[in-house]
């Protein structure tokens, strides 16, 4: 059987992630990749064992036999990189945040449904097996009608005025840091999880390092911590370390939920909590293979990972038996397996997050600018 040969633009971390992901389905080949420069594409094909590497990404647009490509860029290309590899009719998985505004991801979704391509926004979180399980509970009525939604997504790997990455220019990734960055994965997941639509938010965005010492090499995303002090310049902060949120989840439910890169000892602590009329579940993704749920009347109880004891809908989404840890890792290859599905047959359902679902998630992120803006309630709907 001929495999899909796909391409990675980008050769940072995700770039890593995703190559690695790829490699897992069996039946799709990373052909390329693309970098900023050439010097760098080679140096991640030569790691990576990928033949093929350049410093324009529009030679692999170019090349008939790829058929698919993962934008792993900064952000501030994601637009103009998959509206090209749409054009030159390449099926396309991006990173999310989708875009840099509402407008260019809605002319990202309209390009991928007029040209009928498979399109995917790469929210992989979502399927981690309990995240899964809490939205069949949900979904069975477990947790009766969900009143409470809060939480966190809390890192701190950019706690020191020293720590820095692209995402921290806003010309690179955008108005938004913390909130594009994690907080775009905690409203996603949010209304993945209860099927309901945030309708109002009132957010408060804050900078902590007004200033930060910015390396004058390149540093890869969670790296560069050992820099001597001649190796920086000094750089204005535009983009946000901090943010809270109050929302409200379709009719009835309300929360809070805050975002931080900030946050001593918490290396992705993205903490999911629903409360309902029945139950309640906290879920944390730094020990993902557990869930708590809450009871009123009876002991709580703790879930373990297992397949043969998940909702038949949320154990596909497990690949390995019980006591057989599944991580970060296996979250991509679920969402790329899933999207590679439907590039192998376009009448595949579609069961990864598309990109009007990122164009969504980008409007919600203009409401919570424009909410921090005017210190005050902003609805959503």
Known sequence: MSKIKTAVIGAGFMGRVHTEGIRRLGNVEVAAVAAISAE?????????????????????????????????????????????????????????PLALTSAEANEMAATARKNGLANCVNHNLRYYPLMQQVRRMIEGGELGEILIVQGTYSQDWLLYDTDFNWRVESR???????????????????????????????????????????????????????????????????????????????????????????????????????????????????EPNTLWIGQRNSPNLTLLKDPSLLNPKAAAFADLPGGHAEGYGDTHKQVFKRFYRKVADPSAPVEYPTFEEGAWGMHLLEKVRESARKRAWVDTL
């Open 172 to 286: 690179d990734n955008g108005a938004l840091r913390a909130m594009g960055d994690i907080g775009s994965h905690w409203m996603d997941m949010i209304q993945h999880l209860t099927g309901q639509k945030i309708s109002s938010v009132c957010a408060d965005l804050v900078i902590f390092h007004k200033t930060r010492k910015k390396p004058k090499i390149a540093v890869e995303t969670f790296s560069g911590k050992q820099l001597r002090p001649e190796d920086y310049e000094e750089v204005a902060i535009d983009t946000d370390d901090f943010g809270s949120v109050m929302l409200r989840l379709g009719e009835r439910a309300h929360g809070a939920f805050t975002v931080s890169q900030m946050s001593a000892g918490c290396k992705n602590r993205f903490q999911v909590e629903i409360f309902g009329t029945k139950s309640g579940v906290i879920w944390n993704q730094e």
């Open 40 to 96: 760098e594409a080679a140096s991640f094909g030569k790691a990576m064992g990928i033949e093929k590497t350049t410093g324009d990404y529009r030679e692999i647009l170019a090349d008939p036999s790829i058929q698919a490509v993962h934008v792993c860029a900064p952000n501030a290309l994601h637009h103009k990189i998959s509206m090209e590899a749409m054009q030159a009719g390449k099926h396309v998985l991006c990173e999310k």
